[in-house]
């Protein structure tokens, strides 16, 4: 019995690397170099041998220790189960330290302006996520053309800040209130649209927002993008190093020395308090009535129509809601980078934000947050070895797949649970 | 107080109904019996607008309800209880019950109105917290009966309610059928391929057979006919 499973595995892996032979073979084993304008093939077969030999031996070892499912020492017994274990019982201590560590994090003494960045990127992902969270996890509606909304919230905001003059706090609602229109304006067509085909139609989308947004020269400049876009204010207090006479700033207003930090201390918690707004919405509309049908509907449509839920109004809501957070998250986005383009809005957005979703684990607030530190955080760790990030990304989406294969988060209790046995 | 007359109803170009004439008189029990494919659910449907009839008139208290949405006819007071149940199996039973009064007074009286659904099933109650999906399947079925009934029907739609569950239960969800339209004074049209108990239960039946009624009467006649124990009935009738 363990012996012939142990051969199966061995063909196994020794067949995985003669895929893998044929796979890198010709894409990594063939080097074409130009010298004297003749184009000649340098074999690099030692790399090949190396990534079979990395592929076979990779196989064989998950073979043994992960799916190997009568075997109590494998990986997935020991390592996953404690993880999952720890995950799924510990949720609410996890967030509830989450949130401090965030608040406390600016003045942390190995916090840097390149640290900052980064959490206020991820910051800005984990809203995201938690915006189509609404539309995904709740709705169960699979929007892969999100950024979509983010780019309107952007280019709303950016707009009207620009020839408008207006300040961040007007903008924001009204970039919101655009974003959400588009959210509608997607919303009608797709109404009777399910799943697969849902997910091809909202793809387009995004991509013509893109598209119109690259060709639509007179309003946004197309692939030259937008600049100039104001920076926000503290309450009207500007951040500036050398004030205008009479002018007063953040810096002077409270007497302090100027630090180019104190703009980016508060991005972050304008930021921070963006995000954990829309993830209070998300708790507190889940056990309102409109909440509880977009979760009806992901469950079960005809039920839905039988109970008398109206599933236009539903679903037009869950889009208009989630595009709604896009947006505000796009004018966040554009009032911290000053700049935007149609570059930063392309498909590859949308498909880390459903990532980040669909990997934290669908319908689960804490998964999204745990996602993106993970994969936006691999992402930045690797920065430095450029061509690799993208295999780093790829493999920490094989990793979670097989150890958590319905997302890091994936149990999620019911919206309502009632104390134990209350009643006798 | 619900008076179909002739619908057709299509799935594309397939007809499932042709030309259907019913009629449910108020506080009534009308069963209607058929086999598989007679069109029975697609008659519920249609009458619940998840399916549009083609032709044909469906008046509920005076009123043509054939072109309305389905969320519109609910809240006139026809409530439905979907074949297979349909409960939300992720959603705490809590959920389900609060999703059934999605129409009407959208849930404001639900501590009053779900005393009702209680007291008909009180397994319920104890279940309250637990997922949809982890009841048996005749807790489901009431919990689908419940859900229905947390909408204050005047008229209850049921498809199969017996299908796919314990003998034992069965009678069980049967005498809180007859509960519900003897006390709670709901009119009730039942669908079931268990011929021998819907009619027991019906004050009047019909017989759907490829799309046509095929047979009225009251239950008791409809019981004794010969073609229909011939039909539905021979050896004890379908379990």
Redesign the interface.
């Known amino acids: 019995m363990e012996k012939k499973f142990f051969q199966t595995s061995i063909k196994d892996s020794l067949f995985t690397g003669l895929i893998a032979l044929a796979l890198f073979g010709p894409i990594v084993g063939l080097r074409t170099v130009a010298k004297n304008e003749v184009l000649e093939v340098h074999p690099k077969w030692f790399i090949v041998l190396i990534i079979v030999v990395v592929c076979a031996v990779g196989r064989f070892l998950t073979n043994l220790y992960v799916y190997n499912r009568d075997q109590k020492t494998g990986i997935q017994s020991s390592i996953g189960k404690s993880i999952s274990n720890f995950l799924d019982t510990k949720g609410y201590q996890i967030a509830l330290t989450a949130i401090i560590f965030s608040v406390i994090f600016p003045f942390l003494p190995f916090t840097d302006r390149y640290l900052m960045d980064i959490a206020i990127m991820m910051l800005t992902y984990i809203m995201l996520g938690w915006g189509l969270n609404i539309v995904i996890g709740l709705a169960g509606l699979l929007d892969l053309g999100y950024v979509a909304f983010y780019a309107v919230g952007a280019y709303s905001y950016a707009l009207f800040a620009i020839h408008f003059g207006w300040s961040f706090w007007i903008c924001l609602p009204i970039a919101g209130i655009f974003a959400a229109m588009f959210g509608v304006l997607l919303g009608f067509p797709v109404l009777r649209l399910r799943g697969d085909y849902l997910a091809i139609v909202t793809l387009a989308f995004g991509e013509m927002i893109r598209i119109l947004l690259l060709n639509w020269y007179q309003l946004t400049k197309g692939p030259d993008g937008l600049t100039g876009i104001p920076r926000p204010s503290f309450f009207g207090l500007p951040f500036k190093s050398f004030p205008d006479e009479g002018e007063q700033t953040f810096h002077t207003f409270f007497g302090i020395e100027y630090n180019p930090m104190q703009r980016i201390i508060f991005l972050y918690y304008l930021i921070l308090v963006l995000a954990l707004i829309t993830n209070l919405f998300t708790i507190k509309i889940r056990r309102l009535?409109i909440g509880?049908?977009w979760?009806?509907l992901r469950?079960?449509e005809?039920?839905?129509?039988?109970?008398?839920?109206?599933p236009r109004n539903t679903k037009l809501t869950a889009f208009a809601i989630g595009a709604m957070f896009g947006g505000f998250a796009g004018s966040f986005f554009a009032t911290r980078q000053a700049f935007i383009s149609p570059e930063s809005f392309t498909f590859i957005e949308s498909a880390i934000i459903v990532a980040i979703v669909v990997l934290g684990g669908m319908g689960s607030q804490t998964g999204v947050v745990l996602a993106t530190v993970f994969l936006i955080g691999l992402i930045e760790v690797f920065r430095d070895f450029e061509s690799y990030r993208m295999i780093a990304f790829g493999g920490a989406m094989v990793l979670i797949m097989i150890f958590r294969p319905r997302g890091i988060l994936a149990t999620?209790k019911?919206?309502?649970?009632?104390e134990k046995s209350s009643s006798k | 107080m619900l008076s179909i007359s002739n619908v057709e109803t299509f799935y594309g170009n397939i007809q499932a109904l042709r030309g259907v004439n019913v009629k449910v008189n108020s506080g009534e029990i009308v069963s209607l019996i058929g086999s598989n494919g007679a069109g029975k659910s697609t008659l519920l449907m249609t009458i619940?607008?998840?399916n549009k009839a083609a032709t044909g008139e469906i008046k509920f208290d005076e009123k043509n309800i054939e072109s309305l949405?389905?969320?519109d006819?609910?809240?006139l007071g026809i409530?439905?209880?979907?074949e297979g149940r349909?409960?939300?199996?992720?959603?705490?039973v809590?959920?389900n019950l609060?999703?059934?009064a999605?129409?009407?007074d959208?849930?404001k009286n639900f501590d009053n109105d779900v005393k009702d659904v209680y007291d008909l099933f009180p397994v319920l109650k104890d279940r309250?917290?637990?997922?949809g999906g982890t009841l048996s399947g005749g807790e489901q079925q009431m919990l689908a009966i419940g859900?229905?009934l947390m909408?204050k029907p005047k008229m209850l739609l049921l498809d199969e309610p017996s299908l796919g569950i314990a003998p034992k239960l069965v009678n069980q969800i049967f005498v809180a059928i007859k509960n519900i339209n003897k006390e709670k004074k709901v009119t009730i049209f039942l669908v079931e391929q268990n011929a021998k108990k819907a009619l027991e239960l019906a004050d009047r039946g019909y017989v759907l057979v490829n799309g046509n009624v095929t047979l009225e009467g009251t239950g008791q006649d409809l019981l004794k006919n010969k073609d229909i124990q011939a039909a539905y009935l021979e050896g004890g009738g379908k379990k």
């Open positions: 009535p509880r049908a979760e009806a469950e079960d005809i039920a839905c129509k039988s109970l008398g839920v109206n999620r019911p919206t309502i649970t009632l | 619940s607008g998840v949405p389905p969320h006819i609910v809240n409530s439905q209880v979907p349909r409960i939300f199996s992720r959603l705490s809590e959920d609060r999703l059934g999605s129409s009407n959208k849930g309250l917290s637990q997922r859900r229905a909408a």
